[in-house]
């Protein structure tokens, strides 16, 4: 389905993710039609909120009749772009980056995991989900030969900005970092930056609050 291409919340586009994620599981299920009351239920968000979301790419169910889940899962996928088969490098091969190698999730969402490099010499030569680890110094001449499209960074805050201005020189076409630490750099292309911690804190403060009010 072609859908209308305008402004999305990014707040929207944040919860694309977990749709699909929502949808996937249902089909894995058998579960092969389902209304937006049914998965608001499942998702924990209204059914109202579910209908805005999608109306900003056209809807894609019908009143009384609700949505397709293989056909919704498909078109969300093609909106976030996972039938581009996009090629992906990871730079710094330490425990995070062999722990993002072997994350099985890449393939299964159509990413392509093509390169791993570090300058670590005890690493080099190392393979890690079946791809050898490559010297950093290979990297340029890499990304002229292969044009990955995705850089995932792996990397401690001293090297990051540096890595990530050469593969945007590189032609990269998105950052997926992973540093703890938000670059200051002017790059025209997305970048996303990725801090577990935030996660774990966000928990911290949910167990907190519990505990407060149990207290009372």
Do not use: C
Request: no cysteine.
């Amino acid at each position: 389905m072609a859908y209308e291409k305008k402004d999305v919340p990014i707040i929207v586009v944040k919860r694309l993710p977990r749709y699909y994620r929502y949808l996937s599981d249902l089909l894995n299920q058998g579960v092969t039609r389902i209304s937006s009351s049914a998965l608001s239920k499942k998702m924990g968000v209204t059914a109202s909120q579910i209908r805005q979301d999608f109306n900003y790419f056209g809807g894609f169910g019908q009143q009384g009749y609700g949505y397709s889940v293989e056909r919704l899962r498909d078109e969300i996928a093609d909106i976030l772009g996972l039938k581009n088969g996009y090629k992906t490098i990871i730079i710094g091969a330490g425990n995070l980056g062999h722990a993002l190698a072997n994350h099985t999730n890449f393939k299964k969402r159509g990413f392509t995991l093509i390169g791993i490099f570090d300058n670590n010499p005890d690493l080099i030569g190392k393979t890690i989900a079946e791809i050898e680890v490559m010297d950093i110094k290979k990297l340029e001449s890499f990304m002229k030969s292969e044009k990955p499209d995705i850089a995932i960074l792996s990397l401690p805050k001293s090297a990051v900005r540096d890595v990530a201005m050469e593969v945007y020189r590189l032609g990269i076409k998105g950052i997926w970092n992973f540093s703890y630490w938000d670059p200051d750099i002017s790059i025209d292309v997305p970048l996303e930056n990725v801090h577990l911690s935030d996660s774990l804190m966000t928990l911290s403060y949910n167990i907190a609050k519990k505990e407060e009010r149990a207290d009372k």
